[in-house]
Nanobody
C-alpha cells in the first residue's frame, strides 16, 4: 500500500522556521522524483520545490527561493522541506507528491499538512 505521510506543520510567527517531513512507503522511493506542493485558501495548488535525487539540483518556485530547502534521504524514504523566513503568504496546506522518473504525471499524493504563518 502506497503512503505519503506529511508531518511538521503548525502555527509559526512571521520570520520563523518550520521543517516539514514526508515519509514514503509502498513504492521504490529512489525511482521517483519528489515534490512539495502547497495550496492556499481560495487558490490553486502550486509547486513549491522538487528534487530528483539525493545529490541532484533541486528546483524551487521563485516565491520560496533562498528561503526553503528541499532534501531527501533515499535510505530512510523521506523528503523534507526546511522553511525559513516564513511570510504570511506561505500559509497553506503543504502536500508531498511523487512522480516516477519516466512518467509525465504525479503518481502519488499525501494528505497534506497545514502551515499557518501569523503576523
Amino acid at each position: 500500500q502506497v503512503q505519503l505521510v506529511e508531518s511538521g506543520g503548525g502555527l509559526v510567527q512571521v520570520g520563523g522556521s518550520l521543517r516539514l517531513s514526508c515519509a514514503a512507503s509502498g513504492f521504490t522511493f529512489s525511482n521517483y522524483v519528489m515534490y512539495w506542493y502547497r495550496q492556499a485558501p481560495g487558490k490553486e495548488r502550486e509547486l513549491v520545490a522538487g528534487i530528483i535525487s539525493a545529490g541532484g539540483t533541486p528546483n524551487y518556485a521563485d516565491s520560496v527561493k533562498g528561503r526553503f530547502t528541499i532534501s531527501r534521504d533515499n535510505a530512510k524514504n523521506t523528503v523534507d522541506l526546511q522553511m525559513n523566513s516564513l511570510k504570511p503568504e506561505d500559509t497553506a496546506v503543504y502536500y508531498c507528491a511523487a512522480k516516477w522518473r519516466g512518467g509525465p504525471a504525479m503518481n502519488y499524493w499525501g494528505k497534506g499538512t497545514l502551515v499557518t504563518v501569523s503576523s
